[in-house]
Each structure stands twice: as C-alpha cells, then as structure tokens.
C-alpha cells in the first residue's frame, strides 16, 4: 500500500517535470539585461590563497562595477554540489556565473548548454562553449619573476620549493622558477616537494622544514595556504609566495606570483554587457600583458639592482619574450624546445618533465 | 568517590568522568538537584518519535537564533527550506540527487555496524571500487551492452576487497578494524592520486581525472528531474537490504551474533561465517557507493569524488539506527539540509562556518536525543 502511494506521488512529480524539460533549447548567446555576475568558490574566501583572490576581485569588481556580486563558498568539486548552488543564483536572475576550480568543468559544461543565455567563466576550467569560457594565467611568467628573486637572495645556491601536484601547470611554474633563479644566478639548483594535496598546512609545514633541514634558504611555493612563507619566517630565510601578496603573512615573503582576476573580469564583464562575449574554443591563457597576473615585489631584502632586472625581465616578458624558448633540455638531456623556438600551449599544458637542476620525488 | 557519602549511586555516565553527585558542601544549607539516571527498558515508538521531534524542535530554536544574530529572520529560513526542498521538480531533483549516494553510504556503514564491525574504511571502499570500474572503462573490458554491469561488479569487488585486509586481520589477529579500516583509507587515496597523476591522465586535457566514460559506461538519466539511475540502484538496495536484515533468516541471525556472539555459537549459528559475510557486504556496497558517483555524477574518476561521504555515512547510518528505512530518511534530510545551507550561503551570504554550524546543531541535538530515550532522568535533591 505504501508502495502504491509513493507511485502515486512519483507520477504527479514526473508530469511536473515533463513541463520542466521544454525550457532550454535555444540557439545562440545573447546577454538579456544588466549583467548580474555571482561567484562559486571552491575554497573559503579567507584561505589565504587562490579562493581568496578570486574573492577579494569580486569585491574589487563591486566597488568598480557599482553592482552587487554574491558569491557562495565551500562548494566542492561534485556536480552534486555546483549544479544546486549554480542553479539557485540563476533562479535569481544572475547571468554571468563565475567559478574557481578545474573540478567544475564538466558540470559547467552541462550548465552551459542547459542555460544558453547565462554566460560561464571558470578561472582553471578546461571546458569552454558558445556562452562558457575557461581562463587561466601564464603563471610561468610570474613565477620566472619570483624565480629571479630567489637566485639574486640565495647565499647556499639551494632553492627549495613546496608544489601541490605534478602535472602541467604546477611542473610549468616550478621549472620557470629555476630558469628565473638561473637567469641571475647559474650555480642555482632547485628542490621540489610535492604534497599531493592544494591546501594542507601540516603537510606544507613538513615540506618547508626539511627543506630548510637541507640546506635550503629561500623557498618558493605553489600551494594554495601561506604555510611555507610562514615557515620561511620562522627559521630566517627568505620565501617567495604565489597566488596572493603573502608578505602580509611573513617578513620572509620578498616577491608574490600574484592573480589579479579584476582587470580580466572588468572588460569581460563589461563586453558581456554590450553582447560582445568572445568565445574561445580553447579557453583564454592569460599573461601579465593580459593583465590576469603579475608580481607583487618586492620586499626589503632585494637590492635595487636586482629589482631593476626584475622589472626588465617583467617588460621583456610583456613585449613577448617566452621564459621557455629554446634551446632547452630536461634533466634527462632530452631536447624539449629547439633553438628558435618556444613551447607550444599544448606541451605546456601536458609539461610531465623538469628542466636540468630540479631534484626531487 | 571517597566521600563515604552513603546514598551515592553509580550511575552509567561515572565512566565518562561525569558525577552524578557533587561533594556535599555541610556549610550551606542551600537545596541542589542532582540527576538519576536509570536505564530505559523498552521505548515504545511515540515515544521515540516525540522524542526526534522535540530535539528537531530545540535545533531549529537554536539555529534560528543565531541565524537571527547574523541578521537572518526564521521566516527567510523556512521559505528557503520550502524553497529548496519542493519548489519546483528541479528543486526536489537535486535533493534527490544528494540524497541516493548518501543512502548508499548509509546502508554501508550499517550493515558493518549491524555485526559490530566498525568499518570506518568507506572512503578506501568507494575508492578501490571506482578504480576497479574505470579498470573496466578504461581499458575496454567485456562488450559495450555489459559494460555497466561489467563495471558495477568489478566495484564490488574492489570495495570486498579492500574491507576483506581488516576483516581477516580482525578475524585471525583480532587487530582493531577502526585502525586498519581507516589507515587503508589514506593507502586508497595515494594509490588514486598515484593513478590520476601517472597512467590515468587525462589524454584529453593532461589533468588529474581519468578520461570520461563512454556514453554506455555512464548510469543512464531516468528521464525524470535529470535523475539518473543511481536513485534507483539505491533504492533497490535500501529495499533488498531491509528485506535481509528485517525480515530473512540472515538478518534475524545476524542480530543474534550480534547481540551475543557465545550464545549464538553455542546454538549453533555460524558466527564466523555471518559476520565476514556481512563485512563483505558492507565492502560491496561501499565499492558500488564509489561506482555509482563516478558513473551516474562525475562520468569519470576524479580526485574527490569520495570526499566526506565516510561522515555523511557514519552519521547517518548511527542517527538511523543501522536500519536502511531509517537510513533512507535521515539521508534525505541531510540532502535537505546540505541544500538549505547553501542556499542560505547564496542568497543570504551567511559565511559557510555558520552554515556547518547549523548542520552540526541539529545533528548533536538529534544525536543527544538518544541519551533521553536510554535513560530515564530522575532529579534528587542532594544531601
């Protein structure tokens, strides 16, 4: 009896639903009315790193835009948890819905075509659509920047460096880093410790101090807390942080790799306004030219000297120059990049292999 | 304790350092109430569901106080409860959606728990049973019409396999299955990143998933809320499971070893036997919990999608008393409630800590509910 009941109930919903299903099918993008951004971060807005610069644009982007941006935090990598939290800002009129993190994806991907006329962006994505685009930063550019710092400051020419996971855009960022170091300082060699996980102080913590144990004396980072830059402070050597400005968190900080989402997003959303959203099909790879990223330097520690080459590097960087242009080899001897020319986005996407002077697990 | 006051009572909670009395004072003369606690013999249902509703009741009282402190009035939290949960057939689709992994997780938690097995491995389950699917998906086994089946057993077999390490090591050596369990969680977890950073890459993208799953290696969508057919399954499950332990010869054993695992052998119950077969179970399930999001949610293995279905499960299996009706609830209404504390994050931009907050009240309060339905609360005055 209580079966039939709940068959009873499942049929009244599914006509419910059946009315539901003829929304959605229409063909192109087209921005209806005032754009209505709202943000979905993956991390807390106070973590200290990437959830937080993406937060502290949005309210950058409030203050420039006059509008008002809600965000929601903690919501995360599981369709499960970005479709109801996406769909609920929709429901309420937002049109430009902005996330945080590669895990939304493929769910953005699904949202994209099931709401045409509500524009998707996702800062680390890797799907993109008529009305979806992915955007990420040249992070190697600022990194190399960062790089340079740590080989004008290290006394014992042992770098260390804590990275959350191997693959491409972490690999990319800790390979920049040697070649900036080596730019300024030949005898400079790199160690890398990956943690396996974005954000987990403990193990960070752990990472920095055996490091430092090894003779190491500036660290750099591509881990999403400020842990290492902390640690860095503790045992008086010098860090370099990524994400956001950390020297906030510790004296030991003298360069940032830094997002600065709002001079992308500003445009961006002003372009959705007046219609004008450029697709791109293989998403948007954003340098400092581009204004997505770019340094926070520097602290007290570096000589003007070593600032000013800091900044050539930057202007060269921004009047094209590529931080992996050839002739360039892995540490096995492979040549990688050949004189004359530079790694294609693909090979930096898919970087599995780390330049000569890297040691490491 | 060396009071010699004569009237003192061992009480149960004694153990866990809380007196039932205080010294006595001689000096005032003031009265002081101190509590008696007596075990309940047996509760009848009214009670126990008067019981629920009441903690319900002071949950509700607190949260809504402090979401009035942080300028949220009760009225705004009851529409966005109504809101979310049975607006619109979307509204009750993603609910739905929620809540069909989290009974999954439930059900295998409780059938460990029901034969005293404390299986805190869920997470090293879903796991091996995900990696074991995607095995299937991967690298093509068996033909495309069987492939989903080929999937959902070859999980099973992973999450059984997984569990079986602690439940021999529990059975041979009697070493304590809440470490073993737990411990194989974070060997789990190395050996996905292991796969996900290494050979399983995406081809596609070179990031740390595996490559998705063929349209016919993906639970299909139910044509109803955009459900797919995980919902089913764990219904099917909740159903077949409730059928064992409630009303087969098994489950009526299994209580039995349970409840006194000597006097079941001495009648002649296989005690051994029963209680492997259920940890195995419990292991099955768990592995089926990991195939059924990787196929039916993410369409491929990623980095978390087992993330904090170990809690969701220890949770709810303990607040549904290990019965799978009573874990189809209380699983749906933690759907609820992770949905209403979103919402409550997006329109009311309340931070996500005060959210969790108000999850936690109405769990402890639920939770403590128990207390007063096992032992009745006598107050005294102290001598």
Not at chain 2, 225 to 253: C, D, K, V
Not at chain 2, 274 to 295: K, N, P
Request: hydrophobic share 50%; aromatic share 10%; with cysteine.
């Amino acid at each position: 009896m209580k079966l039939l009941q709940k068959a009873a109930w499942l049929t009244a919903l599914s006509a419910l639903g059946l009315t539901q299903l003829t929304v959605g099918a229409s063909a192109e993008f087209a921005a209806k009315g005032d754009p209505k951004p709202a943000v979905i971060l993956f991390g807390e807005s106070n973590d200290g790193g990437w959830s937080q610069s993406i937060d502290e644009s949005r309210k950058k982007l409030e203050s420039e835009l006059n509008l008002r941006i809600p965000q929601a935090e903690k919501i995360p990598e599981t369709a499960t948890a970005i479709r109801p939290a996406a769909e609920l800002f929709i429901d309420r009129g937002a049109n430009i819905i902005i996330g945080s993190a590669f895990g939304y994806s493929d769910t953005f991907k699904e949202l994209a075509e099931q709401y045409p006329e509500t524009v998707f962006i996702n800062p680390a994505g890797t799907t993109n659509g008529p009305n979806l685009k992915s955007i990420y930063g040249r992070t190697y550019e600022s990194q190399y920047l960062c790089g340079m710092i740590a080989g004008g400051l290290t006394k014992s020419n042992k770098i260390g460096f804590v990275a959350a996971n191997p693959f491409g855009l972490v690999n990319w960022t800790v390979n920049a880093y040697l070649l900036g170091a080596r730019q300024v300082n030949p005898d400079a060699e790199l160690s890398v410790v990956f943690t396996g996980a974005w954000a987990d102080p403990v193990k960070e913590r752990a990472a920095a101090e055996a490091l430092i144990e090894q003779g190491v004396d500036v660290l750099g980072q591509h881990v999403d807390t400020p842990t290492v830059q902390v640690v860095a402070g503790e045992h008086d050597v010098y860090g370099t942080g990524h994400h956001r400005d950390l020297s906030e968190f510790s004296k030991a900080t003298q360069c940032s790799s830094i997002w600065t989402w709002d001079r992308f997003l500003k445009p961006e959303i002003e372009k959705i306004a007046a219609g004008g959203f450029e697709k791109a099909p293989y998403g948007a790879f954003l340098s400092i030219k581009d204004g997505l990223i770019d340094v926070a330097c520097c602290g007290e520690a570096v000589s003007d000297e070593l600032k000013e080459k800091v900044m050539a590097e930057r202007d060269a960087i921004i009047a094209g120059k590529h931080v992996f242009a050839g002739p360039l080899s892995d540490r096995e001897g492979t040549v990688r990049v050949k004189e004359g020319e530079v790694l294609s986005d693909g090979d930096l996407w898919s970087m599995d292999w780390y330049v000569d002077g890297v040691s490491g697990q | 304790m060396s009071s010699g006051n004569a009237t003192e009572q061992i009480t149960p909670l004694e153990g866990a350092g809380i007196r039932s009395e205080t010294a006595p004072a001689p000096s005032r003369h003031k009265l002081r109430l101190v509590p008696l606690l007596e075990v309940r013999q047996n509760v009848p249902e009214t009670q126990r569901l008067a019981c629920y509703a009441a903690s319900l009741a002071v949950a509700a009282a607190i949260s809504f106080a402090l979401l009035a402190l942080s300028g949220v009035a009760p009225s705004d939290v009851m529409r966005e409860i109504a809101t979310v949960a049975f607006s619109s057939p979307r509204a009750l689709g993603s609910v739905l959606a929620q809540t069909a992994p989290l009974v999954m997780a439930g059900l295998a938690t409780a059938i460990a728990f029901r034969s005293n097995f404390w299986n805190i491995g869920l997470e090293g389950q879903m796991i091996l049973g995900a990696i074991f699917a995607s095995v299937v998906a991967i690298y093509d086994v068996g033909p495309e019409p069987a492939r989903l089946v080929l999937m959902a057993v070859a999980a099973m077999a992973g999450g059984m396999l997984w569990v079986s390490v602690p439940a021999m090591l529990k059975q041979r050596l009697g070493v304590s299955e809440v470490i073993t369990t737990l411990l194989l969680n974070y060997v789990a977890f190395n050996l996905l990143l292991h796969l996900l950073y290494g050979p399983w890459k995406d081809p596609v993208s070179s990031f740390p998933h595996t490559e998705q799953y063929e349209a016919f290696e993906r639970l299909p969508l139910l044509g109803w809320l955009n459900l797919t057919w995980t919902l089913p399954l764990a219904a099917l499950l909740a159903g077949l499971l409730w059928w064992l332990l409630s009303y087969s010869r098994i489950g009526y054993l299994l209580d039995m070893t349970s409840s006194n695992r000597e006097m079941a052998r001495a009648v002649g119950v296989p005690v051994a036997g029963l209680t492997v077969a259920a940890i195995l179970a419990s292991g099955a399930v768990g592995g089926l919990t990991g195939f059924s999001i990787a196929a039916g949610v993410e369409f491929r293995m990623t980095q978390d999608f087992f993330a904090g279905y170990l809690f969701s499960g220890v949770l709810i299996a303990f607040l549904g008393r290990n019965h799978p009706a009573g874990v189809v609830i209380v699983a749906f209404f933690m759907a609820i409630l992770l949905l209403v504390g979103q919402s409550l994050q997006i329109f009311f931009q309340v931070p996500s800590a005060l959210v969790q907050l108000v999850q936690a009240i109405f769990i402890i309060c639920v939770a403590a509910s128990e207390f007063f339905l096992t032992y009745r609360m006598h107050w005294r005055a102290a001598t």
